[in-house]
């Protein structure tokens, strides 16, 4: 039998399960099996567990029918646990490198406790970590085994299950389960605790405890939290039935009112019409439970009163500060009205569900996602009103005819996004842009991601120089959808995204076009740019480097590369956005685009268009890839600088082994790959086609119809259409399944 059974129970934890399971698997202490219940998870969860299993035989996977919610989803993984121990993992949580060796030897030096202690360290979204206050009581208790009574500073630890491995003999011994609701750590904890002849603890942080942004269960505002009164009452049931216990009651009466009053001291726990029930239920629990001759402790006396005493002694020592706040919050949100241009008439007139307001690449034009919803929209929905938002006047001048368009920061502008019932972009809006109660933000991004984004960069600190990561995300608390062309996208933008969000499995609108590639279209457009019809044309867009200052680096010779392809070639350069207009193309493409050597398409202002018109791309790590895996033309990924560039940016999987083609490492190489053709051979197709079907798998013709459809109009999806899944953050229910 192995020496621990570690369950892990799964619920829309997509983003971070790949983590957990790979810190546990990968542990140089082998002597586990892992049993993965998958509680109903509406998102990738199963899958990803069925994944781990078919290549890990040390991992089993239970799918329950329903979702039981996380006690219950443990009890179910008790039956099938084999090992000595007993260890639950959350998982969203991870196991530090070494842990699981250092407790199977603390384990043996002394001589198998019933439960083992260890310790932990709070790990923040922002890259933060924090030691366990109390870690000091993991060795104030001694080197040897002892139970609770005899230390009781040990029940001052953070009260819950997965800081401690159990001896799976005792825990079924003593008939010991998981019951439902929240909180649900409570009365197992303290339970066992009491319950345990031989405790021992490890000085050692052995887990990595995720604080997370949002998503938290214990977080969310709910009446749920009701539960602890439950909780508790089970507690002393348990202490009632063993009158070994008795002596405990009075500790147990004291920490039940500690809990529960710091539960409505949280200003995110308890909906706040309830709050005063909740009181009422504490003081009454807290009046049951009252041991007879017990001083009551001076902070616990206000549940002797009522729910207007507690509040008036709650306010009563803040009272100056909270005048102070909110003198700061009125002045701030004056400001912020004024700077808003959202008057008190607007803000309180009904939102136009027939206005929506659209945006692209920071107010630059009908261009990219959005620009191809707004299309679908004007096809489909005539009845929507859309309006653009523009930069400046000389934006707005080249804007398609007949497009409605109010200028940035205008009085126009804070009119329509003051009613807009919804609001289209695929970057942030501006923060001043407050979201209004009813209405729907859908962003659409720019891609799918391979650079590290978001919260990710956290990590990365030259990859994150000058971007503010909170202020990015307080931005992205305002999105309702989050669009999605394929599964990888869908965990990477809730991991770097950890907001209150719907993922919509809509695949990416603006490729509609290479899905549907029009021939003709593709010879137009090679006219408009002056390239012969017959010429094979090879499209170069490299990304920008985050390793050195201003983000260029010249990977190629471009005359060289060009004179390499030959004269029934052309060379198309597309360089990153956020090149356009630096020092780049001073450097030697616009001569070379002058003198006809290259065609320079970094202006041309849809990508798409640039895409239809090559034969192969060439690339070196631009997401631009994965839409051009749509046309299924030929991909060369030139890699010569990939160690720098993940060392700097950080990269979601190893694209140079899970390329859409070959990959070259030298100039040599990627020259005789396009001489020698090379680059369209079957090895070629066959590396695409995998491609392909992992990063194109939404994407069918129909992405902005479907986002129109489905999101604007509000029609149920097709029997054949996309999911809308909830993210690990978001609050309602599944809304459409595939």
């Not at 546990?24 to 990738?44: F, K, M, N, T």
């Amino acid at each position: 039998m192995p020496r621990f059974s570690i369950i892990v129970p799964c619920f829309k934890v997509q983003g971070f399960l790949r983590e957990c399971l790979d810190s546990v698997l990968e542990q140089s202490y082998r002597d586990i099996e892992v049993i993965a219940v998958d509680d109903r998870s509406p998102d990738g969860c199963g899958a990803i567990l069925d994944e781990y299993a078919a290549r890990d035989e040390r991992v089993q996977v239970l799918h329950l029918p329903e979702n039981v919610g996380l006690g219950r989803a443990r009890n179910a993984g008790l039956p099938l646990a084999s090992g000595d121990y007993l260890f639950f993992l959350d998982s969203d949580d991870t196991l530090t490198p070494g842990a699981l060796r250092a407790m199977a030897d603390r384990l043996t030096e002394a001589d198998d406790p019933d439960v083992l202690v260890f310790d932990y360290a709070r790990t923040y979204w922002w890259g933060g970590t924090r030691r366990n206050a109390l870690a000091h009581l993991l060795t104030d208790v001694g080197e040897g085994a002892f139970t609770a009574a005899e230390h009781p500073e040990i029940l001052d630890l953070l009260m819950v299950v997965w800081n401690k491995v159990y001896r799976r003999d005792f825990v079924e011994g003593n008939g010991f389960v998981f019951p439902p609701g929240y909180y649900e750590d409570t009365p197992w904890t303290f339970p066992v605790m009491l319950s345990a002849e031989r405790i021992a603890t490890l000085d050692r942080i052995c887990l990595n405890y995720r604080q997370r942004r949002q998503g938290n269960i214990l977080s969310t505002t709910s009446r749920k939290h009701f539960d602890i009164h439950d909780q508790y009452e089970r507690v002393f049931a348990f202490v009632d039935s063993r009158p070994g216990l008795a002596s405990w009651r009075p500790y147990l009466h004291r920490k039940m009112g500690e809990h529960c009053l710091d539960i409505l001291a949280k200003p995110d726990r308890l909906p706040p019409s309830d709050k005063g029930e909740f009181f009422r239920r504490t003081a009454e629990l807290f009046r049951a439970h009252q041991p007879a001759g017990e001083p009551i402790p001076a902070e616990l006396r206000v549940l002797r009163g009522g729910y207007a005493a507690y509040r008036v002694r709650r306010q009563a020592g803040r009272a100056g500060r909270e005048l102070a706040r909110r003198g700061g919050l009125v002045r701030g949100a004056a400001a912020g009205r004024v700077r808003r241009g959202v008057t008190a008439v607007q803000a309180r007139r009904a939102l136009d569900p027939q206005l929506v307001v659209y945006s692209a690449f920071s107010h630059r034009g009908v261009l990219g996602d959005p620009g191809a919803v707004y299309r679908a929209a004007r096809e489909i929905a005539p009845q929507l009103r859309g309006v653009w938002v523009v930069r400046d006047e000389e934006t707005a001048a080249r804007l398609p005819e007949g497009v409605e368009h109010v200028l940035l920061d205008s009085p126009a502008y804070r009119r329509v996004t003051a009613r807009a019932g919804f609001f289209v972009n695929n970057v942030n809006w501006p923060g001043a842009l407050a979201k209004r109660p009813g209405s729907v933000h859908i962003h659409t991004h720019q891609g799918t991601p391979l650079k590290y984004m978001a919260a990710d960069l956290l990590a990365k600190p030259g990859a994150r120089h000058g971007v503010d990561v909170p202020q990015m995300l307080r931005r992205a608390d305002r999105w309702d959808y989050s669009l999605v062309a394929n599964p990888h996208s869908e965990l990477v933008w809730e991991r770097a995204y950890p907001c209150h969000f719907t993922s919509a499995r809509t695949g990416s609108p603006r490729n509609d076009v290479l899905v549907d590639a029009d021939p003709q279209a593709c010879l137009a457009v090679r006219a408009r740019l002056g390239i012969p019809a017959d010429h094979t044309v090879v499209l170069y867009a490299p990304t920008r480097r985050e390793y050195v200052r201003g983000g260029h680096v010249d990977r190629l010779d471009l005359a060289r590369f060009a004179a390499d392809l030959g004269e029934d070639h052309t060379l198309v350069v597309r360089l990153h956005p956020s090149l356009a207009g630096g020092p780049a193309r001073g450097m030697g493409l616009a001569d070379l685009h002058r003198r006809g050597v290259v065609v320079d398409a970094t202006d041309e202002p849809h990508v798409e268009d640039v895409m239809l018109a090559s034969d192969v791309l060439v690339t070196d790590y631009s997401a631009l890839m994965f839409d051009y895996a749509n046309l299924d033309r030929p991909i060369v990924v030139h890699a010569d600088d990939w160690s720098a560039y993940t060392a700097s940016r950080g990269a979601y999987f190893d694209v140079t082994a899970d390329a859409p083609g070959h990959v070259s490492r030298t100039y040599r190489e990627l020259a005789w790959l396009l001489a020698s053709g090379s680059w369209r051979d079957e090895e070629s197709t066959r590396l695409r086609a995998d491609f392909r079907e992992r990063f194109c798998a939404y994407d069918d013709g129909r992405a902005a119809e479907r986002v129109v459809r489905q999101l604007l109009l509000g029609e149920p999806p097709a029997a054949s259409g996309t999911a809308r899944v909830p993210g690990p953050a978001a609050t309602h229910d599944l809304v459409a399944s595939p």
